[in-house]
């Protein structure tokens, strides 16, 4: 973004707010007129910005001047200008007299600067500083282009991994098992399968087996298999490249992760591709405990929040709505299971709660969920019923929380 003030103290401590505190890019210009040349520019070299945050008292051309000058500009006039001033009277009547999407009062508050961009870039104004850093962090990082297989049988992990391949720029097929990823690699050709090892009919690993099968007989080329697990040893990564996977990624896993699969197996797309060499990888966020949502994992909610196309609240509600839908089932399931010492389905009914329970933030029905399962995989229901009775208080309390963090879709 482009930060206009002939105020060198007030240009720095805006541009430490905008790159420190949202993680943002942002240039500097002294007074308008170089505000309206670095915007021309950069327009002309096919590297606009994104939005540009403009003092109104200036020597001329002062706020309203560059606004003007930027509205007369087909090159940028569809440019979000954000107003700021010293004055509290700059309102409505700005907005309307010079068209700016927004307008701040000096001193900015960093609460106030993150409503306003979230206002011009059209997000949710209900991001928060992390969510929006994510957003942000996600939109530099270079396009893949590839049809890729999901094979998940998991309805909320099928949500968050097509939301985050979808974002990546990928076309995506779900298959909610083994033997629907194998009839859909016969059928059409994909760049890229992302194989859940644990799933009913047929498993991840019997799949790849045979996809490798046709592959040597010649009936279909080499596919890249990308084996998603919620078991990150050793000895599960060699089991997973023994079945024949390519590689092996362990949930819940962030989009950065993920991003790491899709830069390894597919094509850049456009411009991107000329781009690759100077493009390096966003670090994440650091963790931080959900703002007024006790219980949850709050990387995990800015996770499903940055996934948002538009940041309009609607893919995080349905992802979340889905979790809050499908769960119960799943519950009701592990406790037949586990009452009827029924251990096979006792142990996957909890494996598919564990990995949906993290990637929605509810890490204690997810450690509930990981600990049954535990004792599923060692042939034993020991201590089961009294994990289950928690699990079922957790998750009473985890719905609770997620409704409290779900926000009306913006208009």
Partial sequence: MLVADDNATTRDVLREQITAGLGMQCALAADGAQAITMLREAAARGEPFDVALIDRVMPPPDGYGVSAAVRADPALAELPLV???????????????????????????????????????KLSTDLNAQSFRMRIAASREPQVKGKVLVAEDNAVNQEVVQAMLQGSGCTVRLAHNGAQALKAIQSEPFDLVFMDCQMPE???????????????????????IVALTAHATEADRQIC????????????????????????????????????????????????????????????????????????????????????????????????ATLAENIETMTRSAHSMKSSSFSVGAKRVGELARDIEAKGRANSTDGCHALLAELEEQYAAADTQQRACMTPPRA
Wanted: contains cysteine; proline residues 4%; glycine residues 6%.
């Fill in 202 to 224: 047929m498993d991840g690993y019997a799949a790849t087996r045979a996809v490798r099968a046709l592959e040597a007989q010649g009936m279909i080329r080499h596919i890249p």
């Fill in 83 to 121: 107003l700021f001033s010293s004055s509290s009277r700059a309102g409505e009547e700005d907005l309307a007299k010079a068209g700016f999407v927004a307008v701040l009062t000096k001193p900015i508050r960093q609460v106030d600067l993150l409503h306003a961009l979230c206002t011009a870039l």
């Fill in 241 to 336: 490249l023994a079945a024949g996977m390519d590689s092996f990624l362990s949930k819940p896993f962030t989009q950065a992760a993920l991003r790491e699969e899709l830069l390894r197996w597919l094509p850049l797309s456009g411009e991107d591709a000329k781009s690759m060499a100077s493009s390096g990888h966003q670090q994440q966020a650091p963790a931080a405990q959900a703002e007024g949502v006790e219980g949850l994992d709050q990387r995990a909610l800015d996770e499903l929040r940055a996934l948002d196309p538009e940041g309009a609240a609607g893919l995080f509600n349905q992802i979340i709505q889905c979790y809050l839908d499908d769960t119960p089932k799943q519950i009701a399931q592990l406790r037949t």
